[in-house]
């Protein structure tokens, strides 16, 4: 709950950029009270550089994975049928499809669910991103959900990589860069932000 983290205190949030590659940030990571990551985010194989643990992972259906036991489930619902996938995942699976395939059944504890209110995503892409991009990126909103919540907040693994490049630090391929070519979210608004965030000393921004 809200109240867990605000008497906590230090919430490391983990961006899946490529700049983590060789960061060696695992264990500051890990030194934290709650870590929290997004989407397809792999630790097997990348520990020193990203850690180990994992007490909150946001996703949506398209970037759904299974996740271990005791790590909050936080759905990013960004339509209403998000909401319908959740409940089906833990159920009946009927939803296998959205705009695209999706995991018609997910492994989490279902007593760790958390749901981020849509109002909550409408407040960050009003107030925070101007509309800039369609609606923020799933990084950036759980980056504002810590803000809200934690009294520190390290954020670790945002914008490109020394090459400029944007991909995924698990990712191989060196011109990846579909996050900022989908037009959907805006990666360079977002990455501004961030930095101003830090320079105001309400995060630390590990590059």
Request: overall charge positive; hydrophobic content about 40%; aromatic content about 14%.
């Amino acid at each position: 709950t809200a109240q867990d983290f605000s008497q906590c205190g230090t919430c490391a949030v983990v961006g899946n950029s490529g700049r983590l590659k060789g960061s060696k940030y695992g264990k500051k990571i890990d030194s934290h009270h709650f870590v929290l990551r997004m989407n397809t985010a792999q630790t097997a194989g990348f520990e020193e550089d990203v850690g180990t643990r994992t007490t909150h992972h946001f996703m949506y259906p398209e970037s759904a994975v299974n996740l271990h036991a005791g790590v909050h489930l936080v759905l990013v619902p960004f339509k209403p049928l998000d909401l319908k996938w959740l409940a089906s995942a833990f159920s009946s699976g009927e939803i296998k499809r959205t705009y695209q395939r999706v995991k018609p059944f997910i492994e989490a504890d279902k007593s760790k669910v958390l749901i981020l209110n849509p109002a909550f995503l409408k407040y960050i892409h009003d107030k925070w991103m101007k509309r800039f991009g369609r609606y923020p990126s799933t990084g950036f909103a759980s980056l504002l959900f810590a803000i809200h919540t934690c009294k520190q907040v390290s954020a670790f693994g945002f914008g490109a990589d020394s090459r400029g490049n944007w991909h995924h630090y698990w990712e191989k391929n060196r011109y990846a860069g579909a996050f900022r070519r989908t037009g959907v979210h805006n990666a360079t608004f977002e990455l501004a932000l961030i930095e101003k965030l830090a320079v105001e000393g309400r995060i630390s921004f590990y590059k």
